[in-house]
T-cell receptor
Framework: GAVVSQHPSWVICKSGTSVKIECRSL??????MFWYRQFPKQSLMLMAT?????????EQGVEKDKFLINHASLTLSTLTVTSAHPEDSSFYIC????????????FGSGTQLSVL | DQQVKQNSPSLSVQEGRISILNCDYT??????FLWYKKYPAEGPTFLIS?????DKNEDGRFTVFLNKSAKHLSLHIVPSQPGDSAVYFC????????????FGQGTELSVKP
């Protein structure tokens, strides 16, 4: 299957700082990427859908000014958590879809963010 | 509002036996269902899917059953192997509601040798 690379795999930061997470499709072009968030023992919650060259579509309840998403190329999408707070500590995972089918949805390995 | 629920956080099965992972949903508009498998430190990978027009789909050792009236689906793994030990996520989408994929909480399967 296709490969999606996500970095960093874990990050610890101080409250008030910003953290950038990168998601790259290594062997295919991804016009659409998805960003999810997962709290312990809970499901993967869709945060936003990122489309190359256009603004991301955020899910209800997700602050677009806090979670900045940029999809400037067909192989790279970034999520920046701005002014991080301890409640932002979570597991963030990206995915990219080849075509329109979810069978062709490939995930990165995720980023565990801890805000002190 | 948890539209997709996996009520068993974990399941332990003996090698060679059947593993049955369950998933319930509340949204009757869901028309496509998928199972993903996740190993530690890796992202989920697609395992098997089923459309709402079917009630069963089989792929090798993996079979997914869909009971629309009960809003329930299950994943059967026969025979279970130690390499099947992973977290399994159930997911659903509704084509007339934007097609967004909604995930369950996951069930951690442990297959004992």
């Amino acid at each position: 299957g296709a490969v999606v690379s996500q970095h960093p795999s874990w990050v610890i930061c101080k409250s008030g700082t910003s953290v950038k997470i990168e998601c790259r499709s290594l062997d295919f072009q991804a016009t659409t990427m998805f960003w999810y968030r997962q709290f312990p023992k809970q499901s993967l919650m869709l945060m936003a859908t990122s489309n190359e060259g256009s603004k991301a579509t955020y899910e209800q309840g997700v602050e677009k000014d806090k979670f900045l998403i940029n999809h400037a190329s067909l192989t790279l999408s970034t999520l920046t958590v701005t002014s991080a707070h301890p409640e932002d500590s979570s597991f963030y995972i990206c995915s990219a879809r080849v075509g329109g089918k979810y069978e062709k949805l490939f995930f990165g390995s995720g980023t565990q963010l801890s805000v002190l | 509002d948890q539209q997709v629920k996996q009520n068993s956080p974990s399941l332990s099965v003996q090698e060679g036996r059947i593993s049955i992972l369950n998933c319930d949903y509340t949204n009757s508009m869901f028309d496509y269902f998928l199972w993903y498998k996740k190993y530690p430190a890796e992202g989920p990978t697609f395992l098997i899917s089923i459309s709402s027009i079917k009630d069963k789909n089989e792929d090798g050792r993996f079979t997914v059953f869909l009971n629309k009236s009960a809003k329930h689906l299950s994943l059967h793994i026969v025979p279970s192997q130690p390499g099947d030990s992973a977290v399994y996520f159930c997911a659903a989408s509704a084509s007339n509601q934007g097609g967004k994929l909604i995930f369950g909480q996951g069930t951690e399967l442990s297959v004992k040798p």
